[in-house]
């Protein structure tokens, strides 16, 4: 069975940066979409940012400006770079990664990589 594997969180002070990665334990299928979530303690799971397998990419407004999600969709491994991190960003980041498609569909979560911002 295939599962994500995150690596690269930790404690980081406010202004610093972080990247974030992800890759899958084994071979799978191109990806269709691949994104990054966090979830802060007492509140919901929030979209950070998304890519498509074309190149379009989604951000959380709070990021826009600071974060940059990119990846190779062919191989299903997807990456965050964080910058000008600020305590607010303190959360669980999970990663996504997603087939769409009707042939061999699936969609894989990522186990959690703690992000701690403070000074």
């Known amino acids: 069975q295939v599962h994500l594997v995150e690596s690269g969180g930790g404690l980081v002070q406010p202004g610093g940066s972080l990247r974030l990665s992800c890759v899958p334990s084994?071979?799978?299928?191109?990806?269709?979409?691949m994104g990054w979530y966090r979830q802060a303690p007492g509140k919901q799971r929030e979209l950070v940012a998304r890519?498509?397998?074309?190149?379009?990419?989604n951000y959380l407004d709070s990021v826009k400006g600071r974060f940059t999600i990119s990846g190779d969709n062919g191989k299903a491994t997807v990456y965050l770079q964080m910058n000008d991190l600020k305590p607010e960003d303190t959360a669980v980041y999970f990663c996504?990664?997603?087939?769409?498609?009707?042939?061999?569909?699936?969609?894989?979560w990522g186990q959690g990589t703690q992000v701690t911002v403070s000074s």
């Open positions: 890519i498509t397998s074309g190149g379009s990419t």
């Open positions: 084994g071979r799978i299928l191109s990806a269709t979409s």
């Open positions: 996504n990664v997603a087939r769409a498609t009707s042939w061999r569909p699936y969609e894989y």
